[in-house]
């Protein structure tokens, strides 16, 4: 169990916080001065998820907390939290700035998602790992994801189809039957192949310290991609 402080205005993400990191001791602040009491409390906290911009208070307290986090109390993991995807060099800009081990976007971030990016931070010391690594290695997470997602969206509505498909056919015997078991059994064997591709790339993803970690990690989902998408071009054969 680690000690892990939240900053964040809108209650429905800290009730995700507290749902996603149930195992953890987890403590809220929705305003610079919660949270500034907090981490000068008598005990220090392993991790902080930080949502850069809080609401209606100054669009800066996010960062301020960062600086804050980064020069009194380094030892603490960082986590950004935003709403909005950082474009172009900001997203450089955040990881070089407040040396955070991820950011978490709001509306691409599951429960998983989010307990593996902290799963992740707490594996290593602040600071362990250099920014540009934390970087790369969270744009290769996202990409994975977003590649996942979509993919199970196409297995998920041909393996339903190949479903109805099977058991019509069971009324029958014969070849027809037969192909139509096939093919289920086809399809179902890429939905589990593709859960343990995406298992084994989230290890990798998490585990990386070097560019060369993250290129590894990389070229192992340009290939994992490459079969998956070679199943299913066979199966629609």
Same mark, same amino acid.
């Given at each position: 169990?680690?000690?892990?402080?939240?900053?964040?205005?809108?209650?429905?993400?800290?009730?995700?916080?507290?749902?996603?990191?149930?195992?953890?001791? &987890?403590?809220?602040?929705?305003?610079?001065?919660?949270?500034?009491?907090?981490?000068?409390?008598?005990?220090?906290?392993?991790?902080?998820?930080?949502?850069?911009?809080?609401?209606?208070?100054?669009?800066?307290?996010?960062?301020?907390?960062?600086?804050?986090?980064? &020069?009194?109390?380094?030892?603490?993991?960082?986590v950004v939290i935003t709403?909005?995807?950082p474009a172009g060099d900001?997203?450089?800009?955040?990881?070089?700035?407040?040396?955070?081990?991820?950011?978490?976007? /709001?509306? /691409?971030?599951?429960?998983?998602?989010?307990?593996?990016?902290?799963?992740?931070?707490? /594996?290593?010391?602040?600071?362990? &790992?250099?920014?540009?690594?934390?970087?790369?290695?969270?744009?290769?997470?996202?990409?994975?994801?977003?590649?996942?997602?979509s993919v199970q969206d196409?297995?998920?509505?041909?393996?339903?189809?190949?479903?109805?498909?099977?058991?019509?056919?069971?009324?029958?015997?014969?070849?027809?039957?037969?192909?139509?078991?096939?093919?289920?059994?086809?399809?179902?064997?890429?939905?589990?192949?593709?859960?343990?591709?995406?298992?084994?790339?989230?290890?990798?993803?998490?585990?990386? /310290?070097?560019?060369?970690?993250?290129?590894?990690?990389?070229?192992?989902?340009?290939?994992?991609?490459?079969?998956?998408?070679?199943?299913?071009?066979?199966?629609?054969?």
């Amino acid at each position: 169990m680690a000690r892990i402080i939240h900053v964040e205005d809108q209650s429905e993400w800290i009730d995700v916080v507290r749902r996603a990191l149930a195992d953890h001791d &987890v403590d809220s602040a929705r305003t610079w001065d919660q949270a500034l009491a907090l981490l000068r409390g008598p005990d220090a906290y392993e991790l902080a998820l930080i949502d850069l911009n809080l609401g209606n208070q100054d669009e800066r307290a996010g960062g301020e907390i960062l600086d804050l986090l980064r &020069v009194d109390f380094p030892r603490t993991r960082r986590v950004v939290i935003t709403a909005v995807p950082p474009a172009g060099d900001l997203r450089s800009r955040i990881y070089d700035r407040y040396g955070v081990e991820d950011i978490i976007i /709001k509306d /691409k971030t599951t429960l998983p998602d989010l307990q593996l990016v902290v799963r992740r931070a707490l /594996k290593r010391e602040a600071n362990q &790992v250099s920014s540009r690594v934390n970087e790369l290695a969270s744009a290769l997470r996202e990409r994975c994801r977003d590649w996942r997602l979509s993919v199970q969206d196409e297995i998920q509505a041909s393996l339903i189809e190949a479903e109805s498909n099977a058991m019509h056919a069971g009324r029958r015997t014969g070849q027809a039957a037969e192909e139509a078991r096939t093919m289920l059994d086809g399809w179902r064997s890429v939905r589990d192949h593709l859960a343990g591709q995406c298992s084994q790339l989230d290890s990798l993803i998490a585990a990386a /310290k070097t560019i060369d970690d993250v290129t590894e990690a990389s070229d192992q989902l340009d290939r994992a991609m490459r079969r998956i998408t070679d199943e299913m071009d066979r199966l629609r054969q």
